[in-house]
């Protein structure tokens, strides 16, 4: 019998039946091209995804509304006639495996971009000079221009059900148009669409009304909420149960997601919650909505542990579990759970970077690529699918120097695309200096990964992999392979400070290898990722840690990538009592209790510290690679030992070393 049953029994959804309680929520930026079109290399993604055995699949964001409510370029535009080819085709593909397409209709109302307007301009409820993160200003709706509107979302879902989607998800969460309306610091309308909850809710009742009569009863609609604002002045919990209460005879299933990308602390409840959050962060307010009115609710955020997924459904929390950052890390997680593989899932790490590098507005430049930090296939199915499909090409014997993550990759992607294997790590243990990143308590994502990786590694019997063993040059000549994948890795930094040798000085590996007793005081030099976690971590067991940057800021090297992330860390780390952090900060020497440097402007300054902790970044393992270079074969330097940098630059070019030769 199934370990999941909760999980995997079927459910009825207005005039459908899902064959099991996954769904994925939209995750947009990669469907469209700039001009809003559904692009075929996006196909091969929704394909994989509804293989991976999810119910239901909805597509999004998809805009109705080409006078008043476009956001970004690279999102749907439903109205667009050209637009309906790339469309039946992505419903054909995640119809193919038995799943259900949908698709989220949204309206940004006064978060529009009024570049992209036809209107050239932004309207909301009422008016406002200039919202949180944009510079313009809102002009009030007319209600010529909302009954438009109304229309504009039932010509949209139309247009969907002609294109073979089966399903809408109306998007009335995260401060868009139909969220504004419900939100008392957002409407001050005293006419008939503000004031009285039934007012406020007014829209979202009349564009579901419009919808059903457009494409019939049973053509199911799912509403997206967020349980609440989180604002203070906001809308509440309790007034997202009455707008469910008031819509529950029109549409078909509650999606509870929550806050509101109108400030900063409710946008971290809106779409990636961070590693600092709990997982499942939505569960109680689900259940709270669930409780109060009669149709199937859908809980989202931070879901994916196949454990808490069951536990969610058995409980009655929820009748179904939304998964969208798990999903993309393993599109095969309902089948892997479902065939009683739950171990095999990789796990999503909360690191947002897939969010991050397309955080429009917040980031110059979007990439708008669909990226992953642990699962590099995403975004690269066609390229995937077509290794694979190669076959008939001769197998190759691929030998792989380094069991870090780069080298780990490698040796997954080149099993399964069918060569010949050797692993070589110098170490007794795989992970490299993933060891040391998973040390801080709220990395137990990153934590859960390691574990996931290596256990890939080691069980996979297509994979020889040979620990405590240094490849050389030699070995290299005899086993003369078709492709020596050199991922080496790097080695932690030591700045030749006077009296970095003391035995209370030490580095992070000694930390993550012999988990010294570190006193009270804590002093730790460097600002970067590694420096300021292991000082967050330190801090939030009770320590006084003081960090010691020589920039002007901590963690100048990450840059939009991580965007989310960092925000999310130096937040943590402001709130967090008994860490400081000391920029401009020289280091000149450490002495048996104090570490004495120099600020910007030469004053010097002493901190007390019963031990100190060096975390100056890592260096590639130059010397190793420059020996195997000479052994003759063809090669390919790949992650640390080509540049110091991450784990999600690490499995790319694993992967990547590896995926034609
Ligand atoms: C890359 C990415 C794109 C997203 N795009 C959308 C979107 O277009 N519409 C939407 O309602 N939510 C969007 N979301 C939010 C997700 O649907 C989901 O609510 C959120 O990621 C929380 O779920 P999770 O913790 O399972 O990732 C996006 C999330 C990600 C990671
Ligand atoms: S990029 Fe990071 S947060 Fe996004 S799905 Fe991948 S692992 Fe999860």
Same mark, same amino acid.
Not at 279 to 299: D, L
Not at 439 to 464: A, C, M, W
Not at 552 to 560: F, M, P
Not at 597 to 621: E, F, H, M, W
């Given at each position: 019998?199934?370990?999941?049953?909760?999980?995997?029994?079927?459910?009825?959804?207005?005039?459908?039946?899902?064959?099991?309680?996954?769904?994925?929520?939209?995750?947009?930026?990669?469907?469209?091209?700039?001009?809003?079109?559904?692009?075929?290399?996006?196909?091969?993604?929704?394909?994989?995804?509804?293989?991976?055995?999810?119910?239901?699949?909805?597509?999004?964001?998809?805009?109705?509304?080409?006078?008043?409510?476009?956001?970004?370029?690279?999102?749907?535009?439903?109205?667009?006639?050209?637009?309906?080819?790339?469309?039946? %085709?992505?419903?054909?593909?995640?119809?193919?495996?038995?799943?259900?397409?949908?698709?989220?209709?949204?309206?940004?109302?006064?978060?529009?971009?009024?570049?992209?307007?036809?209107?050239?301009?932004?309207?909301?409820?009422?008016?406002?000079?200039?919202?949180?993160?944009?510079?313009?200003?809102?002009?009030?709706?007319?209600?010529?221009?909302?009954?438009?509107?109304?229309?504009?979302?039932?010509?949209?879902?139309?247009?969907?059900?002609?294109?073979?989607?089966?399903?809408?998800?109306?998007?009335?969460?995260?401060?868009?148009?139909?969220?504004?309306?419900?939100?008392?610091?957002?409407?001050?309308?005293?006419?008939?669409?503000?004031?009285?909850?039934?007012?406020?809710?007014?829209?979202?009742?009349?564009?579901?009304?419009?919808? %059903?009569?457009?494409?019939?009863?049973?053509?199911?609609?799912?509403?997206?909420?967020?349980?609440?604002?989180?604002?203070?002045?906001?809308?509440?919990?309790?007034?997202?149960?009455?707008?469910?209460?008031?819509?529950?005879?029109?549409?078909?299933?509650?999606?509870?997601?929550?806050?509101?990308?109108?400030?900063?602390?409710?946008?971290?409840?809106?779409?990636?919650?961070?590693?600092?959050?709990?997982?499942?962060?939505?569960?109680?307010?689900?259940?709270?909505?669930?409780?109060?009115?009669?149709?199937?609710?859908?809980?989202?955020?931070?879901?994916?542990?196949?454990?808490?997924?069951?536990?969610?459904?058995?409980?009655?929390?929820?009748?179904?579990?939304?998964?969208?950052?798990?999903?993309?890390?393993?599109?095969?997680?309902?089948?892997?759970?479902?065939?009683?593989?739950?171990?095999?899932?990789?796990?999503?790490?909360?690191?947002?970077?897939?969010?991050?590098?397309?955080?429009?507005?917040?980031?110059?430049?979007?990439?708008?690529?669909?990226?992953?930090?642990?699962?590099?296939?995403?975004?690269?199915?066609?390229?995937?699918?077509?290794?694979?499909?190669?076959?008939?090409?001769?197998?190759?014997?691929?030998?792989?120097?380094?069991?870090?993550?780069?080298?780990?990759?490698?040796?997954?992607?080149?099993?399964?695309?069918?060569?010949?294997?050797?692993?070589?790590?110098?170490?007794?243990?795989?992970?490299?200096?993933?060891?040391?990143?998973?040390?801080?308590?709220?990395?137990?994502?990153?934590?859960?990964?390691? $574990?996931?990786?290596?256990? $890939?590694?080691?069980?996979?019997?297509?994979?020889?992999?040979?620990?405590?063993?240094?490849?050389?040059?030699?070995?290299?000549?005899?086993?003369?392979?078709?492709?020596?994948?050199?991922?080496?890795?790097?080695?932690?930094?030591?700045?030749?400070?006077?009296?970095?040798?003391?035995?209370?000085?030490?580095?992070?590996?000694?930390?993550?290898?012999?988990?010294?007793?570190?006193?009270?005081?804590?002093?730790?030099?460097?600002?970067?990722?590694?420096?300021?976690?292991?000082?967050?971590?330190?801090?939030?067991?009770? %320590?006084?840690?003081?960090?010691?940057?020589?920039?002007?800021?901590?963690?100048?090297?990450?840059?939009?990538?991580?965007?989310?992330?960092?925000?999310?860390?130096?937040?943590?780390?402001?709130?967090?009592?008994?860490?400081?952090?000391?920029?401009?900060?020289?280091?000149?020497?450490?002495?048996?209790?104090?570490?004495?440097?120099?600020?910007?402007?030469?004053?010097?300054?002493?901190?007390?510290?019963?031990?100190?902790?060096?975390?100056?970044?890592?260096?590639?393992?130059?010397?190793?690679?420059?020996?195997?270079?000479?052994?003759?074969?063809?090669?390919?330097?790949?992650?640390?030992?080509?540049?110091?940098?991450?784990?999600?630059?690490?499995?790319?070019?694993?992967?990547?070393?590896?995926?034609?030769?």
């Amino acid at each position: 019998m199934n370990s999941y049953p909760h999980l995997f029994s079927p459910i009825k959804v207005g005039g459908l039946t899902l064959k099991n309680r996954i769904e994925a929520p939209p995750t947009s930026f990669m469907d469209a091209s700039p001009e809003g079109m559904m692009q075929d290399k996006t196909l091969d993604f929704y394909r994989m995804r509804a293989r991976g055995g999810t119910a239901l699949i909805t597509l999004g964001e998809a805009y109705v509304d080409p006078e008043r409510g476009l956001a970004h370029p690279c999102d749907l535009r439903l109205f667009e006639p050209l637009n309906m080819p790339g469309l039946v %085709k992505a419903a054909e593909a995640i119809k193919q495996y038995g799943a259900v397409p949908s698709i989220e209709l949204l309206h940004p109302g006064q978060r529009s971009d009024v570049t992209m307007n036809r209107s050239g301009k932004a309207y909301g409820p009422s008016p406002v000079d200039k919202i949180f993160a944009y510079d313009h200003p809102v002009y009030e709706m007319t209600e010529e221009m909302i009954l438009d509107i109304i229309r504009l979302y039932g010509e949209a879902a139309v247009f969907a059900q002609d294109c073979g989607i089966e399903m809408v998800m109306i998007y009335a969460a995260h401060g868009n148009l139909i969220p504004q309306f419900l939100s008392p610091l957002v409407n001050h309308r005293t006419d008939a669409w503000g004031g009285s909850i039934e007012n406020r809710c007014r829209l979202p009742l009349m564009i579901a009304q419009e919808i %059903k009569r457009r494409c019939g009863k049973q053509f199911p609609i799912e509403f997206r909420v967020s349980a609440a604002e989180h604002i203070p002045g906001g809308y509440t919990i309790e007034d997202t149960i009455s707008m469910c209460r008031i819509l529950e005879g029109n549409v078909d299933l509650i999606n509870v997601s929550n806050g509101s990308f109108g400030s900063r602390e409710a946008a971290k409840l809106t779409i990636g919650s961070s590693i600092f959050m709990p997982r499942g962060h939505n569960i109680e307010e689900a259940r709270q909505i669930k409780q109060a009115i009669n149709i199937p609710v859908s809980v989202v955020g931070g879901l994916g542990e196949p454990e808490l997924l069951e536990e969610i459904i058995a409980s009655g929390s929820a009748d179904m579990v939304s998964v969208a950052r798990g999903l993309i890390a393993e599109p095969f997680l309902p089948e892997k759970m479902a065939s009683g593989h739950p171990e095999d899932v990789r796990p999503c790490i909360r690191c947002n970077y897939c969010f991050s590098h397309n955080y429009i507005p917040l980031t110059p430049y979007p990439k708008r690529l669909p990226r992953c930090a642990v699962n590099p296939v995403f975004g690269r199915e066609d390229q995937f699918r077509q290794a694979q499909c190669s076959t008939h090409l001769p197998r190759r014997r691929v030998v792989i120097a380094g069991g870090g993550p780069a080298g780990m990759q490698a040796a997954l992607t080149a099993a399964e695309l069918g060569h010949h294997v050797t692993l070589y790590e110098k170490s007794n243990r795989l992970g490299g200096l993933l060891h040391i990143a998973i040390r801080p308590s709220f990395k137990t994502d990153l934590q859960n990964f390691l $574990q996931y990786l290596i256990g $890939q590694v080691e069980h996979d019997r297509r994979i020889d992999l040979k620990l405590n063993h240094a490849l050389t040059p030699q070995d290299v000549q005899e086993l003369n392979p078709d492709l020596l994948v050199i991922a080496v890795g790097s080695q932690l930094v030591v700045p030749p400070i006077p009296g970095c040798k003391l035995p209370h000085v030490h580095t992070l590996t000694d930390l993550s290898e012999q988990n010294p007793d570190l006193g009270r005081q804590i002093v730790v030099i460097g600002g970067g990722l590694s420096g300021c976690e292991e000082a967050l971590d330190l801090a939030q067991h009770g %320590k006084q840690v003081a960090l010691l940057e020589a920039d002007t800021q901590v963690l100048l090297s990450l840059g939009h990538d991580d965007y989310l992330h960092k925000k999310d860390l130096v937040d943590e780390m402001e709130h967090t009592q008994g860490l400081t952090v000391h920029c401009g900060c020289s280091v000149s020497e450490i002495t048996d209790n104090c570490v004495i440097c120099r600020n910007t402007d030469g004053t010097p300054q002493q901190y007390k510290a019963d031990s100190v902790i060096i975390a100056c970044g890592t260096r590639p393992l130059d010397h190793v690679v420059n020996e195997l270079r000479t052994a003759g074969s063809k090669y390919i330097v790949i992650g640390d030992c080509y540049q110091a940098r991450n784990l999600r630059s690490a499995l790319q070019e694993g992967f990547l070393s590896v995926l034609d030769i």
